[in-house]
């Protein structure tokens, strides 16, 4: 328990670090989205115009003290200031509708590929020298190519081509959104192709990390007691091999699932998904300064979050980490 | 009577450099409730042949010839050609191993406790749960570990605690033979010898026999009934404890004893054993051990000498096989 609190401790460290930064970057950046939105219109805007738009922005010339403490205050009352992009809709407001379909999408996709990943590992370790050999160069292609050529082969290949996927979008302008039959099968139908896309680009490498842990794993003494003592080979590939070779790899699926929020730029340009990646790349296209704020700061409290589910993981599966040290 | 019988048995590992005969036509015989030694350098093949015994080697190793003839009551089984399902029933019930480390022999994510439940489980089905807990605080009782401890991990134990656990295990099923590789070798003195004093006594209790696998041929000495003596491979000399340390006769098995300080008697110079032991890959011709023995002659370069029965035991050894010399001590 003190291991967690202790870990617990670092994280909000690092989360208030995170927030600081966030506070101070754009700040201490020459201009201001007023001056960037003055400059875009030629500067024919009326003085008190500005000056409004200031006060909307929340941009003030009071010392950086004041403005921090605002801003945290702000932040307690989750309120990240509004978009350039979407004036005015509130920054928090898009991200709250944006961040349902990356994390539906990318986040399911990660999971299927850890687990399918994981699974097809220890098989290809266990069956060292059967056919499933076989998944390895497959892998190590997949591992080498670039994920947006694999999702534009895909979108080529099974959207435009055979038509067999809609390319674009994440449900149909035929319905609307409610939680009824057509909207959720038309949510899967268009969510298909992209999380087919992770799951192949980003399976590759749990298949390579999870086997090569795997056969190191087989060759431990307990691995060699638990077949003399007469298990099955289910048992012991199971219970004591893939149960002892899956903790290294905890952490690096800890590590994809805090880039699911980040991560997921690619794709959603990819296939036009309205998620965080497409918020993102609209921000920094219109130099939209408060949303890229809010995103950033959404994506560093989900890497924090995986981390600390890593810990707790870490802490479940291997008694080890349980020990006070 | 035997339990036990090896004969000819030889385990090749495939290797790009060349085969390596780890093992090379031993032929042993394993008594009912006995603890037989085997003793050797490292490389020398005994954890090998341990290994081979329940046939627990991982390619590139490969048994290439011999047999491993098992006797139940009345009938006997060639533990080489048992189907798996067989092999399974066969392990732990009637052959169980305690390895060199325990740290590395007990899976360290599970309770020392649920790693003996889980033999019980798989071999005992018809056993309840209440049964198997009671059977599990007994075992460990037995090895003198109290019964709370059957809920910590192995990383919780002490180095003598986990070997203790290990033998605990070994004893779930109560086996007819108990195979153990180098069990003492990573504890210090002390725990050591609690240890080998508690497998004397077990195995007096539940009548398993051993086959006690280590370098240390004093230890051997000590616990075991009969030894055997592993070299290149190959067995060069069996005999009962007793006639090994009064009268060893061949030069291999008097340097290993010259090799560890006596714990009693009179001081005596550690000589050791010249030279480092044989590429396997490539032995030399006849006797293996030729070019590291003071005895050597001409023949030993030429013929490879072949195990045969003496007054006590057998032994492999030129000196002994046409010319009577005795062993230059």
């Not at chain 1, 754009?26 to 000056?51: C, F, H, T």
């Not at chain 2, 203790?164 to 295990?169: H, L, M, S």
């Amino acid at each position: 328990m003190r291991f967690l609190a202790r870990r617990l401790g670092f994280y909000l460290l690092t989360a208030w670090a995170a927030v600081t930064l966030n506070f101070l970057i754009p700040r201490m950046m020459p201009g201001d989205p007023v001056d960037l939105l003055v400059a875009r219109l030629k500067g024919n805007v009326d003085p008190a115009a500005i000056e409004a738009m200031k006060q909307a922005f929340g941009i003030s010339d009071a010392n950086l003290w004041v403005q921090y403490v605002d801003y945290l205050g702000n932040l307690f009352n989750g309120e990240l200031g509004r978009s350039i992009t979407f004036f005015p809709t509130e920054v928090t407001t898009i991200i709250t509708g944006a961040l349902p379909w990356t994390v539906g999408l990318v986040g399911v996709a990660t999971l299927i590929s850890y687990l399918l990943g994981t699974l097809l590992g220890v098989l290809a370790a266990w069956k060292r020298g059967s056919w499933l050999d076989g998944v390895l160069p497959v892998s190590t292609f997949m591992h080498a190519v670039p994920y947006f050529w694999v999702a534009l082969a895909l979108v080529f290949v099974f959207g435009v081509t055979l038509r067999w996927f809609p390319v674009s979008r994440a449900y149909g302008l035929d319905v609307v959104p409610a939680w009824d039959g057509p909207f959720v099968s038309s949510v899967l139908y268009h969510a298909a192709l992209p999380a087919i896309t992770i799951v192949i680009a980003s399976m590759a490498d749990r298949i390579l990390g999870m086997r090569n842990v795997m056969v190191t794993t087989l060759g431990e003494d307990y691995v060699v007691m638990a077949e003399a003592k007469g298990l099955t080979s289910r048992r012991v590939m199971w219970a004591y091999a893939a149960r002892n070779a899956i903790l290294p790899n905890i952490t690096s699926f800890a590590l994809s699932l805090g880039f699911v929020v980040g991560g997921s730029v690619l794709t959603e340009i990819v296939f036009s998904y309205p998620g965080i990646g497409s918020m993102l790349l609209k921000a920094v296209e219109n130099e939209d300064f408060p949303l890229m704020q809010g995103i950033f700061l959404v994506i560093s409290l989900a890497v924090l979050v995986a981390n600390f589910l890593a810990d707790l993981a870490y802490v479940v599966l291997d008694p080890r980490t349980r020990q006070e040290a | 009577m035997n339990v036990l019988e090896i004969r000819g048995l030889s385990v090749d590992y495939l290797s790009a450099g060349g085969t390596v005969h780890a093992v090379d036509d031993v032929s042993l015989d394993l008594r009912r409730g006995e603890i037989l030694g085997l003793a050797g350098e490292s490389g020398s093949g005994k954890s090998t042949l341990a290994h081979a015994i329940g046939r627990l080697l991982r390619p590139p190793a490969m048994i290439t010839a011999g047999s491993v003839v098992y006797h139940r009551k009345d009938e006997q089984v060639d533990v080489l050609k048992l189907a798996p399902k067989a092999l399974r029933a066969f392990r732990w019930k009637e052959l169980a191993v305690v390895f060199q480390s325990a740290m590395n022999s007990l899976n360290p994510v599970m309770a020392v406790g649920a790693q003996i439940d889980d033999v019980l489980r798989i071999h005992e089905p018809d056993m309840s749960r209440k049964a198997r807990g009671e059977r599990v605080v007994e075992l460990l009782r037995r090895v003198g570990i109290s019964a709370d401890r059957r809920k910590s991990y192995p990383h919780e134990l002490s180095g003598g605690m986990r070997q203790r656990a290990a033998i605990a295990i070994a004893l779930a099923l109560n086996p007819e033979v108990i195979v153990m590789d180098e069990p003492t070798t990573a504890l210090d003195v002390v725990v050591q010898r609690d240890i080998l004093h508690e497998i004397r006594t077990l195995k007096d209790e539940y009548g398993f026999a051993v086959i006690f696998i280590t370098h240390d041929l004093s230890l051997l000495m000590e616990i075991s009934d009969r030894i055997a003596i592993m070299y290149a491979g190959r067995v060069v000399e069996t005999g009962t404890a007793k006639e090994l340390h009064r009268s060893p006769r061949h030069p291999y098995t008097l340097g290993l004893l010259r090799s560890f300080p006596k714990l009693r008697g009179p001081r005596e110079d550690l000589l050791g054993i010249p030279g480092t032991p044989p590429d396997l890959r490539d032995l030399p011709p006849g006797c293996a051990f030729h070019p590291r023995c003071q005895s050597a002659f001409d023949d030993c370069g030429r013929v490879s000498p072949r195990l045969l029965p003496g007054p006590h035991g057998e032994v492999a050894c030129l000196l002994n096989e046409n010319t009577g010399v005795e062993v230059q001590a």
